[in-house]
Structure formats: structure tokens, C-alpha cells
């Protein structure tokens, strides 16, 4: 049963990190790591193992087919695929090459500058990415969907264990060939979004400038997922001189 698979691994687990002498705070965290995995918190997708020994069961025609079915409902759901009325076919596209994976918590998911291969959907866990918290059904690193050869400007750590559902920026540009009206509704509402969030950091700086935290602000956004490109730009907008900065 899946059960008793799980009291194996973590037996496993244990006699592992006892043999080797791991200190507590990692037992603690690879332990929540793997009830997060194997217990069906990590959202419901193609990680679950009694899921995998099926999948690879099957013929490859019929592999694909199942992790097409299985992805398919996750990546719909998504709410900004929904605002942008992606039509079903669309979402095929997307999915057929989405790749799950389940992070532990405090762990990066991409760092400023790294090459945006991918945009991200929150599937379970929470997500700090450019001074915001993000939950299920957000998205971030939208940078992938926009070109090709782009780079992320800001970096993207979990805050919890935490799955994550990533859509190719290869999957993007081959829906949009097929698909243009999606590719102009897209671009046109990620546009908007990251222009917001852009305003909304801006906003929290003139506040903190206002309020004489300035310096702490600048101390602190980086551990946000702020690339220093970002804070360059909002303060020469509020700074007349560079020397200031």
C-alpha cells in the first residue's frame, strides 16, 4: 500500500541519516520533505510513486497520453490561463512538455540573470518572488512567456514545501505560432501585470524612503527576489543625482 511504501522510505530515511550523524535541522526538514512528497500534500500530480510504477507500465504512446491528461487539468486551471480565455488545444500545447517539481522549503527556484526557460504555476506551497507571497494558482517568472533568449529579473525562492508546475518558454512559442490571438491576450495581460508589480515595489520604496528606511529597504529587497537592475531603476526615478544612491 501506499502506507506502508511511505513507513519504508522514511525507515529508510532515518537509518540513513543517523548512520551518517545529520544534524537535527536537516533530519527535520528532509522529513517534512518527504510527508510533503509522499502523502499527497505536494498537490495531486504526477510525483505520487504508485502514479509513476503505472506510467511506466504503459506503451510510450499511451505514457505521453496519460501525463498529457494529468497535466493538462492542473495547467487549465491556472487563473491567468483563464483570464485570457486560452482555448483547450492551447493548453495541450502547454502541457504536453510541463514539468513537475516538488521543492523543499527555503530553497531557490531561479536566481536574477538565470536564462528564463521556464514560467512557473504555484500547484501547493508558497512562493516569494519580487516582494510577493504567492499561493496556488499564481504564477511568476513571466519573463519565459514574452521571448525567447530573455532573463529573469528577479529571483524566486520557496518559503514552504512547495510543488511547482513549469511551462517552457519552447511550449509558449509553439503555442503562439498556432495560436496568435492567445499569443496578443498573453502578452497583453502578463504586460499589464508585471508593469503593476513593477509600480507596486516602487510604491512600498517611496514609502520606506518617506519613513526614513530607506537604506533598510535596499538592505532588505534583494532577500525579496529584487535584481539590483530593479532598485537602480526605481531610485533614479525618485534621485536626482546617482551620488545620492
Known sequence: SMRGRYRALARDMNSMMRDHGFPQVLRNRMRA??????TGSAG???NVPAERVVLNMLSPQLRVEAVLAMN????????LFRQCAIPSD???????????QVYAGHEFIFRTGEPADFMNCVNKGIVMAKGQMLCKGDTFGREAALGTRCAYTGSAFT???TTIVHLSSHSFFEMFKKFPDAELRVRKVLSQRMA????????????AIDAGRGEQFRKNIFNLGFSRTMLARMFLTRSNSIVEF
Open 72 to 79: 493538462k487539468a492542473n495547467v487549465e486551471a491556472v487563473p
Open 159 to 161: 518559503l514552504t514545501n
Open 44 to 46: 495531486g500530480l504526477v
Open 33 to 38: 520533505y518527504l510527508r510533503f512528497r509522499q
Open 90 to 100: 492551447a493548453i495541450v500545447i502547454l502541457s504536453v512538455n510541463a514539468v513537475v
Open 196 to 207: 503593476r508589480d513593477a509600480l507596486m515595489a516602487y510604491a512600498r520604496y517611496m514609502r
